[in-house]
């Protein structure tokens, strides 16, 4: 499977947003992870669809909405307007996941879904081939800069171990406490799509995205 990075701008000078995803852009990112939170189902409060219709007109990049907000079925159709190529939910915030990931298609947009570092990966069993990616968080959701839950390593193999029984080849994202010194055994648990946001944005970008995508690169 194609090992992909998701630049998150959690952690991005907004000042000179469109500046910074040129150069993930430029280093070899293909996505742009934009984390949605309610102050609700998390307790910050983050951005929404202004900001992502703003930036589906300045990169060519698969922007990939994490919807950390209660019953995110109320506003599928918006962010999917507001230009998302992904819209993920998670498992828990869903009063009626099925209808919610149903919606999600319907609005042309892929479906991801995911779950907290203590609900059991078990919970994905009944939708294993509804999902177009699948987000398996390794932080408490909710505030960036955490350090990684070594125990997500084993969540990791499980999910890829599911998917695999059923012949699925489906993309496993991991959210939370990414860093260069770790990816690897990340991508090596059976994962593929790499959010980092302090990993890339704190120092020196280019540098920061392209010392990523040499390790994806040599894990594919």
């Known amino acids: 499977m194609k090992n992909v ?7 991005a000078d907004f000042k000179v947003l469109g500046e910074q995803l ?44 994490h919807l950390m907000i209660t019953e995110p079925i109320r506003y599928v159709e918006e962010f999917a307007k507001a230009g998302a190529d992904i819209i ?4 828990e915030a ?20 995911s779950i907290k570092p203590k609900t059991p990966v078990e ?22 800069g955490q350090a990684f839950i070594p125990e997500s390593l084993d969540r990791i193999r ?9 012949g699925l080849k489906t993309d496993i994202e991991v959210d939370g406490g990414i860093y260069h010194a770790n990816v690897a055994e990340v991508l090596d648990a059976g994962a593929n799509i790499m959010v980092s946001g302090s990993g890339i944005f ?19």
């Open 5 to 11: 990075l998701a630049p998150s701008i959690l952690s």
């Open 22 to 65: 040129k150069v993930t852009e430029a280093a070899g990112a293909e996505y742009i992870h934009f984390d949605v939170m309610d102050g609700i189902f998390v307790p910050s409060i983050s951005f929404g669809m202004p900001v992502l219709s703003c930036i589906k007109g300045y990169t060519s990049q698969i922007l990939d909405a």
């Open 88 to 91: 993920t939910v998670h498992l």
């Open 94 to 113: 869903c009063e009626d996941l099925q209808a919610t990931i149903d919606k999600i298609h319907a609005a042309g947009v892929k479906a991801g879904i």
């Open 123 to 144: 919970a994905f069993v009944p939708y294993l081939d509804q999902a177009d990616m699948f987000l398996v968080m390794s932080v408490e959701p909710g505030f960036g």
């Open 158 to 166: 499980e999910l890829r171990k599911m998917l695999d029984e059923k």
């Open 202 to 220: 704190k120092g020196d970008i280019r540098k920061n995205t392209e010392e990523f995508m040499e390790i994806l690169k040599s894990h594919e």
